[in-house]
Structure formats: C-alpha cells, structure tokens
C-alpha cells in the first residue's frame, strides 16, 4: 500500500478502511476481511461504538501491530483536557493497542483547544503519532493551526466529485501541509454515482468502476479516501487503483460534478450545532 508522508514525518496509508455504521457484530470479520484484502489503515471512532470489535480483529490478525495504521475520534462528550486523556486511554484499552497513529476531534464544537492540547501531550509521550481535527472548515482548521504550539498533521472532512473542497484542500496545504481525508468518497452512493455518466465514461477506458475512479481521483490530489464495504470483492476492488492515472480531461470531466454543497448536512451552522446537542442528550459515548 502507497502512503503519504505527514507534516511529522509519519507515513500514512493512502487508503483506508472505515468502519462507520458497522453493526457490532460484523466488524471483527469486516476488518479482518479487510486486513486480508490488504488494507493496513483502519479508521474507527469512539462514536462508531465499535472500537471494541475493531480491538478484537487487531488481536485476532497475524499482522504485525506496526503494520497497521490505526485511527480513532475524540466525541463531543470526551471534549476538554482532562476528558479527552482519559477517553484516549479507554479507546487504548478497547483496541488492544499500546498506542494510536491517529486521533482526531471528531466535531468543530466545545473545547476543542482543551482537548487538542491533550492530544499534543499524548502525542508527546508516545501514546499518539499523529494528531488532527474532523467536519473542520477552512476558518476552524485556520484557528486551531493558528493558536495551538503542536501542529495539526490531518483533517477529515466529507470529499466526493458532488463535493469536491478545493478551497479547503489549498488552505490545509497553506497551513503547515495539513493532509485532508476524504469520508464518504462515494457519497453513500448518493444521487446515482456509481452509475454516474461522467465517472463511468472514465473508468471505461482503463477497466476500472467509478469508485476506483473516485479513489484514484483522490489520490492524485494527495488526499486519503476512507472507503467501506462488507464484501471482501468491493474491497480488493477498492484499493485496486494503483495501475492507470487520470489525465488532465479526465479531472476537468470530473471537475463539472462539482455541485458546491455536502450531499448530508453543512457542520458550520447553528442548527448543526443544536443537532449534536441533541444527539448528545440522547446518547452517552
């Protein structure tokens, strides 16, 4: 697996494995299959409530743990310094794992500078290789690079061909060469586009699908696609992307699905803020 290298220096698979809205039971045979399929980058989060079965495949899989790039997300209800090391040491412990290589704020919202000075010092002690933010815009990304001394290595944040971030991936560059992640890269299959005329048309003249498309589009802008599959031919078909490059037309092509807006819901609004307030009244993580 090809991998970028972080603003610190820690190789980071270009690919990866995400296991959001995974049932309990079958995320240990999703992340096995997976790791089998050859993925070495597995992202969870302490909201996926599922951490402890991702834990159970890293036990249960003969690859070594250095292998393996694993990431986790602080939840809005862990947020502050003291509450963010203590979840970062409960994730450890669900894992299995003595360290993370990434963990993330996964909300733009509360104490984010609390809970990113704790990842800094848990990055400083070895607990943690890598730190970032998640759902950042550009203005939020600015502020956190801006005012916190530990640099932020990632931000993950929704990128697909209907929503595509160039300004935000110009501005995480400008901003101490912040890597972006792409969730939902294929939109959740939103408005068609795995048939989609456009991305279709492309993977026609290299034999690839439109999702091997879109992650290869993804790559060639730097940016790491989080894909999801439960079957194990998705998967290998997923990171089987390593063997055309777009051209030039191609990415013009691709350029006029832009559509300027989230395919889910826009994180930089006040109604956004009260829905996570809700959720949290709703759900103890």
Same mark, same amino acid.
């Given at each position: 697996?090809?991998?970028?290298?972080?603003?610190?220096?820690?190789?980071?698979?270009?690919?990866?494995?995400?296991?959001?809205?995974?049932?309990?039971?079958?995320?240990?045979?999703?992340?096995?299959?997976?790791? /089998?399929?050859? !993925?070495?980058?597995?992202?969870?989060?302490?909201? !996926?409530?599922?951490?402890?079965?991702?834990?159970?495949?890293? =036990?249960?899989?003969?690859?070594?743990?250095?292998?393996?790039?694993?990431?986790?997300?602080?939840?809005?209800?862990?947020?502050?310094?003291?509450?963010?090391?203590?979840?970062?040491?409960?994730?450890?412990?669900?894992?299995?794992?003595?360290?993370?290589?990434?963990?993330?704020?996964?909300?733009? !919202?509360?104490?984010?500078?609390?809970?990113?000075? /704790?990842?800094?010092?848990?990055?400083?002690?070895?607990?943690?290789?890598?730190?970032?933010?998640?759902?950042?815009?550009?203005?939020?990304?600015?502020?956190?690079?801006?005012?916190?001394?530990?640099?932020?290595?990632?931000?993950?944040?929704?990128?697909?061909?209907?929503?595509?971030?160039?300004?935000?991936? /110009?501005?995480?560059?400008?901003?101490?060469?912040?890597?972006?992640?792409?969730?939902?890269?294929?939109?959740?299959? %939103?408005?068609?586009?795995?048939?989609?005329?456009?991305?279709?048309?492309?993977?026609?003249? !290299?034999?690839?699908?439109?999702?091997?498309?879109?992650?290869?589009?993804?790559?060639?802008?730097?940016?790491? =696609?989080?894909?999801?599959?439960?079957?194990?031919?998705?998967?290998?078909?997923?990171?089987?992307?390593?063997?055309?490059?777009?051209?030039?037309?191609?990415?013009?092509?691709?350029?006029?699905?832009?559509?300027?807006?989230?395919?889910?819901?826009?994180?930089?609004?006040?109604?956004?803020?009260?829905?996570?307030?809700?959720?949290? %009244?709703?759900?103890?993580?």
């Amino acid at each position: 697996m090809q991998t970028f290298k972080l603003n610190n220096g820690v190789e980071i698979p270009v690919l990866g494995f995400g296991v959001f809205q995974f049932p309990q039971n079958q995320t240990k045979k999703a992340v096995l299959d997976a790791l /089998a399929a050859g !993925y070495r980058h597995i992202d969870t989060a302490q909201s !996926y409530m599922n951490e402890a079965e991702v834990g159970e495949a890293l =036990s249960a899989t003969e690859i070594p743990r250095k292998d393996i790039f694993l990431t986790t997300k602080i939840w809005l209800s862990n947020y502050g310094y003291e509450a963010t090391t203590k979840s970062v040491e409960a994730s450890l412990a669900k894992l299995q794992t003595e360290y993370l290589d990434l963990v993330l704020l996964h909300q733009p !919202y509360s104490d984010v500078f609390g809970s990113f000075k /704790a990842l800094a010092d848990l990055q400083k002690a070895g607990k943690i290789r890598a730190i970032g933010v998640s759902n950042f815009n550009s203005e939020r990304l600015a502020d956190v690079v801006a005012f916190q001394e530990a640099k932020v290595q990632v931000n993950q944040i929704e990128i697909n061909p209907f929503h595509q971030r160039e300004e935000d991936l /110009a501005n995480a560059k400008s901003r101490g060469n912040v890597l972006l992640e792409a969730w939902a890269p294929f939109a959740e299959g %939103k408005n068609g586009i795995f048939t989609n005329e456009v991305l279709t048309k492309i993977g026609d003249k !290299y034999g690839k699908s439109a999702a091997q498309v879109i992650l290869r589009w993804n790559f060639e802008r730097g940016i790491v =696609s989080l894909a999801k599959s439960v079957k194990p031919e998705r998967m290998a078909q997923n990171i089987d992307i390593f063997d055309f490059a777009l051209t030039d037309e191609d990415k013009a092509q691709i350029a006029t699905l832009e559509t300027n807006d989230s395919q889910f819901f826009d994180h930089n609004t006040p109604e956004s803020v009260d829905m996570f307030v809700n959720f949290l %009244k709703e759900r103890d993580v």
